[in-house]
């Protein structure tokens, strides 16, 4: 019996061994889909936390954190001595071959407010975009969730500084805020979806369609349709763009009112880097007829460490009520990620004019009244 019972015991040692050994040999051949356990009662439910979670080929943390202290006049009579929040973020980026070409990817980005640690104001937790997709550059790229419009890329295709702008002490921030309408509504399509084409000798086209979710009554709220046709080759950028926006003009009517917007813009990159951009836009609301017209003109200049940035733009809306923005923003480099800044900006209305700079917290502006607002500050990337 003794002896029987210690054969038993070698054999089973013997066998453990050597299914150990074979594991240890296969390692490289492990399978990441399959159970870590044959015995677990849940392998190969979605809700299984025991399957080793397949690698990715790349994800990324990044973001923006930005401050500084901003002066100026608001109004008649107003002055205004603020801290300032300037525009910062975070996101996660990340990207897996799939092999033929073809990536899939996921975005998700939100921003906050430095200065007091809150999220975005509107309440949205991924408030600068949030979406999956697919890519080839044979296909193009899709894309399913929340993301910027067609007409937003073709209007930031006219900006030879994206960072300045970003920090809303820029001339050409009045068109983000009175002709696109995005301080009024926003620059996502929400519940959408986005195709990109592949590039063709320079040319490509964007389009993308956000559905309200809603059902019945006010069904169009939120819907959302806009195209870009862009050609880009070496120096030279250009874009026409179109979006409609759906609406109601109040919570008890069922005619659905658009905010049509019709968009051209240009960029060159010319001597000694020296960038300059330019567009036109129109833009129309159907529920009370209101209308502006809109242009712009800005130069970015490169200098060593240094970048200078100088903008005009102009905005009639109605025909009558006329804003000219004077912007000029200096950026030194301490490193590529550390900033410090510089900007002043200038808004000139008529005697209509009422369009404050949209920075200070109390921006009312008088008929005729024209604000102005300088800010320094820092801004580090990650």
């Known amino acids: ?48 936390t025991s399957k080793t979670v397949p690698d990715i080929s790349s ?19 107003v002055k205004n001595r603020e801290m300032w929040n300037g525009t910062s973020y975070w996101g996660l980026r990340g990207t897996e071959s799939l092999g033929g070409g073809t990536t899939a990817f996921f975005f998700l980005e939100t921003g906050f407010k430095l200065l007091s640690g809150k999220g975005p104001s509107n309440g949205v937790l991924w408030s600068k975009g949030s979406y999956v997709g697919l890519s080839n550059p044979e296909f193009g790229r899709m894309e399913m969730g929340r993301m910027h419009k067609p007409d937003y890329w073709a209007y930031v295709d006219s900006d030879r500084n994206l960072d300045f702008s970003d920090s809303s002490l ?6 983000y805020d009175t002709v696109l309408g995005y301080s009024t509504y926003t620059d996502y399509l929400s519940n959408a979806i986005y195709y990109s084409t592949p ?18 009554f006010q ?33 008890k009517t069922s005619n659905s009112s658009s905010w049509k917007t019709e968009l051209v813009s240009a960029s060159y990159k010319a001597w000694h880097d020296i960038e300059i951009g330019a567009n036109y836009i129109y833009a129309h ?5 209101w209308f502006a017209s809109s242009w712009q003109v800005n130069v970015g200049v490169p200098l060593g460490h240094s970048d200078v940035n100088i903008g005009t733009a102009h905005v009639s809306q109605q025909g009558d009520r006329v804003t000219q923005s004077y912007s000029l ?21 008529n005697s209509n004019g009422i369009v404050g700079v949209g920075v200070f917290a109390n921006d009312t502006v008088q008929p005729g009244y024209a604000p102005w607002a300088v800010g320094v500050g820092i801004k580090h990337k990650f």
């Open 1 to 48: 019996m003794k002896k029987t019972t210690g054969c038993l015991l070698f054999a089973g040692a013997a066998s453990l061994f050597a299914q150990t050994a074979l594991a240890a040999d296969s390692a490289s051949e492990f399978d990441p889909h399959a159970p870590t356990t044959s015995k677990d009662p849940d392998t190969g439910s979605f809700n299984n």
């Open 59 to 77: 994800i990324l943390l990044y973001g923006k954190v930005e401050t500084g202290f901003m002066f100026g006049n608001s109004d008649a009579g």
């Open 170 to 175: 820029a001339a050409i921030k009045l068109q």
């Open 199 to 216: 590039h063709f000798h320079g040319l490509s086209a964007d389009v993308g369609y956000g559905f309200s979710n809603v059902s019945g």
């Open 219 to 251: 069904s169009r709220a939120g819907q959302e349709f806009g195209t870009r046709v862009r050609y880009a080759i070496g120096p030279l950028h250009l874009n026409i763009a179109f979006n409609n926006y759906g609406y109601y003009a109040n919570s």
């Open 285 to 289: 609301r159907t529920d009370d007829n």
């Open 329 to 349: 923003n200096y950026a030194y480099h301490l490193s590529l990620r550390t900033t410090l800044f510089a900007n002043a900006v200038y808004y000139d209305n």
